[in-house]
């Protein structure tokens, strides 16, 4: 099976105000393996940034201006990820700017869609982890994966503790061996070990008061908005059983 982790970063958060991908960063798994194959490429925008845009990433259109545009790096970007699954964090945004990108270029290009299947770990990790931040960093922190050299998004970098943080929640098979040259090389000490499937009782789990207050806030601006929340119905029929 060949994975293709990707991110992108781009000039704002939404395509459909005309923001640009600016960076995409792409790593290549074979049989959930690296294959030492990656994919980088910073794009010239052709357009500013929005306010707080170029903070995150840390790129100025100063740096790339001399880049080449989407249009030129299509054909080797499609060649790199076609018939791969994607595995994206919140794969809905950097989708629909690739799809965004792509149409642009005319119909002889089609919809990425057509050419990968996507797997959102967002998602993924939303259902192992219902309730609790499944943002990259936090996952990072949660799965082991050393992420203290990421002070700013770098599409490259973010594909990168990506695979080796997707690789730990779908009981992923060991040290990915991203840090040097030199050291994928050498012997590669186990990092992400296999997950034995549980046959006792669920532990208990203790949910972080800051994650309880964020949920307990959504929950809230669900009832302003809809009247009620799901919660509302099925919570006291949970508790009559339990009685």
């Known amino acids: 099976m060949r994975h293709i982790i990707l991110d992108t970063e781009t000039t704002g958060l939404e395509w459909k105000k005309g923001n640009r991908v600016v960076e995409i960063g792409c790593v290549e798994l074979i049989e ?9 490429q910073y794009i010239n925008p052709e357009r500013e940034f929005e306010p707080g845009a170029q903070e995150v990433t840390g790129l100025t259109l100063e740096f790339l201006a001399d880049k080449p545009k989407f249009a030129q790096i299509a054909d080797e970007f499609l060649a790199f990820v076609d018939g791969a699954e994607l595995v994206i964090h919140n794969a809905a945004f950097d989708m629909g700017f690739l799809e965004h990108e792509l149409s642009r270029l005319g119909d002889g ?3 990425l869609r ?5 797997q959102d770990s967002l998602e993924l990790a939303r259902q192992r982890y ?3 931040r499944n943002s990259l960093d936090a996952l ?13 998004h ?5 594909a990168q503790l990506l695979a080796e943080a997707w690789l730990a929640l779908t009981a992923g098979q060991g040290e990915i061996g991203f840090a040097s040259a030199e050291s994928s090389a050498g012997t590669r000490s186990s990092r992400a070990a296999v997950i034995p499937i549980a046959t006792g009782p669920r532990p208990s789990i203790a949910v972080p008061v800051e994650d309880l207050e964020l949920h307990q806030a959504r929950v809230e601006a669900i009832r302003r908005k809809a009247g009620r929340c799901v919660w509302d119905v099925e919570a006291p029929a949970a508790e009559s059983a339990a009685g």
């Open 32 to 40: 959930r393996r690296p294959s030492g194959r990656t994919y980088h």
């Open 109 to 111: 290009y089609g919809k």
């Open 114 to 118: 057509d050419r990968v299947t996507v």
């Open 130 to 132: 219902p309730g609790q």
């Open 140 to 152: 990072c922190k949660r799965l082991g994966v050393d992420n203290s050299h990421r002070q700013l």
């Open 154 to 158: 770098g599409a490259l970098l973010d």
